[in-house]
């Protein structure tokens, strides 16, 4: 059973950065889908980037798009979420996931899609 471990969230005044870090262990990146998601205070569970086996398709939300960047590194068994530019709406708990693919099959930004889940990282943007 693939188990996910979220790190590096934390306090970032309004345009600063955060890389975002999740480690799997219990078995391989290699064959998953994987994207992140967030949930901020009084609403629903959000999908913000996902990236495909491959590495050839990635997506992400409109609200994020030129200012995050999914990564993966299969060898090291780990995903990250680059984010920059940061506004206080991306306040959030923001978890990680993973979901078992083809290689090739473009992934997606619906929770359903997704079996295996972090515990999640807080984020908060503010001056």
């Known amino acids: 059973q693939l188990q996910l471990v979220e790190s590096g969230g934390g306090l970032v005044q309004p345009g600063g950065s955060l890389r975002l870090s999740c480690a799997a262990s219990?078995?391989?990146?290699?064959?998953?889908?994987i994207a992140w998601f967030r949930q901020a205070p009084g609403k629903e569970r959000e999908g913000v980037s996902c990236?495909?086996?491959?590495?050839?398709?990635?997506k992400y939300a409109d609200s994020v798009k030129g200012r995050f960047t999914i990564s993966r590194d299969n060898a090291k068994n780990t995903m990250y979420l680059q984010m920059n530019s940061l506004k206080p709406e991306d306040t959030a708990v923001y978890y990680c996931?993973?979901?078992?693919?083809?290689?090739?099959?473009?992934?997606?930004?619906?929770?359903?899609?997704?079996?295996?889940w972090g515990q999640g990282t807080q984020v908060t943007v503010s001056s």
């Open positions: 219990g078995g391989s990146l290699d064959y998953y889908a």
């Open positions: 990236i495909s086996r491959s590495g050839d398709s990635t």
């Open positions: 996931a993973g979901a078992l693919r083809a290689f090739r099959t473009p992934c997606g930004l619906s929770i359903a899609d997704y079996r295996n």
